[in-house]
């Protein structure tokens, strides 16, 4: 199933993830996509807040992975510096998978290392302020992603 979202700003973006971080449970991957400024690194931040997580969210590029320790951990994930699949071993990237919610920036880079399971969101950036964000959700586990996504919608 695909859901297409447009939000007219970073905190109309932020308030979209808030609405998904609120209904992750652990073993849950989202696999980002979009350009550089398109706004991956908000939509995080409103995951974040979603869950629970009050620290400062920001952009792993530099670092690859940030962790945010809480009741359900975050995995921050950001693949854009990665050049070789074998980093992701380097890293022990499949023990994270299954251990708290882990978004992935610049997923595309290694698609064949995420899960079947993983729901992939787009975001595209169509206007100074405005983004399409497509979200793919393609196994039942996503059904209160969905709900809680359509509800949003349906109030803006």
Do not use: C, M, N
């Given at each position: 199933m695909r859901l297409d979202i447009t939000t007219h700003g970073e905190r109309e973006t932020i308030a979209l993830g808030e609405v998904i971080g609120r209904v992750l449970h652990p073993g849950d991957v989202l696999a980002l996509h979009g350009?550089?400024?398109?706004?991956?690194?908000?939509?995080?931040?409103g995951i974040a807040r979603g869950m629970g997580i009050m620290e400062p969210v920001v952009s792993p590029t530099f670092t690859i992975l940030n962790y945010y320790e809480h009741d359900?951990?975050?995995q921050h994930f950001d693949?854009?510096?990665?050049?070789?699949?074998?980093?992701?071993?380097?890293?022990g990237f499949d023990d994270y998978l299954s251990q708290?919610?882990?978004?992935?920036?610049?997923?595309?880079?290694?698609l064949e290392r995420l899960p079947e399971d993983a729901a992939h969101i787009t975001i595209d950036k169509t206007g100074p302020e405005e983004r399409i964000?497509?979200?793919?959700?393609?196994?039942?586990?996503?059904?209160d992603v969905k709900k809680e996504?359509?509800?949003?919608?349906?109030?803006?």
């Open positions: 350009d550089l400024g398109a706004g991956k690194t908000h939509f995080v931040q359900i951990p975050l693949f854009y510096r990665l050049e070789e699949e074998y980093e992701l071993d380097d890293l708290g919610v882990t978004v992935i920036e610049w997923s595309e880079k290694f964000i497509h979200l793919s959700l393609v196994d039942p586990r996503w059904a996504v359509e509800a949003y919608a349906a109030g803006h």
